[in-house]
């Protein structure tokens, strides 16, 4: 059975620190490219960071650019989302996202269930 399991959420101060896993399951993971999404109350879910297979290509929301670094281990099945400088509005469910697309059809994607991280002195 296909399971993205996400851990490291909590409770932080603004301007600390937190990384977060996902731990991937019965896929072809390395094929896979891995995303972290947000959701905060009230708002849509959106895209955080993305790395493509192989690592080799990044990307970043323009409100996470520079504190946040994603990174995947294939070996592993895992990937990170190391998060520093954080602030309140960073507080968000945030879910770990496998996708990949085909030529012939339609895109496959797996979703995490979500981990909680709440920025808030």
């Known amino acids: 059975q296909v399971q993205l399991v996400e851990s490291g959420g909590g409770l932080v101060q603004p301007g600390g620190s937190l990384t977060l896993s996902c731990a991937a399951s019965?896929?072809?993971?390395?094929?896979?490219?891995m995303r972290w999404f947000r959701q905060a109350p009230g708002e849509e879910r959106e895209l955080v960071a993305a790395?493509?297979?192989?690592?080799?290509?990044?990307y970043y929301a323009d409100s996470v650019k520079g504190r946040f670094t994603i990174s995947r281990d294939d070996d592993q099945m895992m990937t990170y989302l190391l998060m520093n400088g954080l602030e309140p509005e960073d507080t968000a469910v945030y879910y770990c996202?496998?996708?990949?697309?085909?030529?012939?059809?339609?895109?496959?994607?797996?979703w995490g269930k979500g981990t909680l991280v709440t920025v808030s002195s």
């Open positions: 996202n496998a996708y990949r697309r085909f030529t012939d059809s339609n895109p496959i994607q797996y």
């Open positions: 790395v493509t297979t192989g690592g080799s290509t990044k």
């Open positions: 019965e896929f072809a993971f390395s094929r896979y490219a």
